[in-house]
């Protein structure tokens, strides 16, 4: 990857920088009790609509794990499909790279931004962005950031808040993942995430990286019912990434 576009994404992720029980609490990353391993609990069925909103009830079956002082872990499992929710303090414009693996080899990045992007790396990765396409996502799902150049030109116009418009407009808590579990051959999965939201730039764990899945948190899930459904959106629609925000150039891929 070009080193120039590199730089300006790191700089553009720094400037964004029946029955329900009560969510599971673990202790915060911060914690010395923090966890290396998480048990992803079966959900009760609960539909989650991937839209970041987290509206009541989604997510009361899973497991939560607040992470961060500003941003919490949502887990849980549901006919062969990992759900994945990262709930933000300000999620305004939050993007998020999504690094998981079953065998410390062979790493899925899932990549939400103005759109999904996905790539696959070896470990040890030279490069983070290994041939990342943008507008597409094989057996995985998640909600992009939202926008609209007429509404925003429209409150610009009107002398607003520039800060206030995808707040007001565009609301959101996060990023909620489906994924399905067939995409990977193993279910002791791994999980490396990095986020810019508007107060900086958060990765988890702490101190990884991508010379190997060493300190990555490792999920065990059990699965009980296969997928029911393809999430895949299709690679003719995708566009190599640039590593900036989107969207960027091409067809965003639909639903």
């Known amino acids: ?5 590199r730089v300006v994404s790191a700089v553009m992720i720094l400037a964004l920088a029946g029955s329900a029980r009560p969510a599971e609490r673990v202790p915060a990353a911060s914690s010395p009790d923090a966890p290396k391993r998480l048990a992803v609990p079966e959900g009760n069925g609960k539909p989650v609509l991937l839209d970041g909103l987290f509206a009541p009830g989604e997510w009361d079956d899973a497991l939560k794990v607040p992470i961060h002082e ?4 949502f887990l849980k499992t549901n006919s062969g499909h990992l759900f994945l929710g990262l709930k933000f303090e300000d999620a305004a414009g939050v ?8 065998d410390d080899k062979t790493v899925y990045q899932l990549h939400s931004s103005g759109q999904l ?8 990765a030279a490069d983070e962005w290994p041939g990342t396409l943008i507008g597409y996502s094989k057996d ?9 150049s007429k509404k925003k030109a429209q409150w610009q116009a ?3 808040p520039e800060g206030e418009y995808r707040k007001v407009l565009f609301p959101s808590d996060g990023k909620e993942f489906q994924i399905v579990l067939s995409k990977f051959p193993g279910r002791r999965l791994k999980m490396r995430f990095r986020s810019g939201d508007p ?3 958060v990765i988890y764990p702490k101190n990884t990286d991508l010379k190997s899945a060493d300190g990555w948190l490792e999920l065990v899930v059990d699965v009980k019912k296969p997928a029911a459904d393809d999430l895949s959106r299709p690679e003719s629609d995708a566009v190599p990434s640039q590593g900036v925000d989107g969207p960027l150039p091409g067809k965003p891929a639909t639903r």
Not at 117 to 122: A, I, K, M, N, Q
């Open 158 to 160: 009107a002398g607003r």
């Open 199 to 201: 107060e900086g730039l």
């Open 70 to 73: 500003r941003i919490d872990l």
């Open 1 to 5: 990857m070009n080193p120039s576009l």
């Open 140 to 148: 995985w799902d998640a909600n992009e950031i939202k926008s609209d």
């Open 95 to 102: 993007i998020v790279d999504l690094w998981m693996t079953s």
């Open 117 to 124: 992007g996905e790539g696959t790396l070896s470990l040890p």
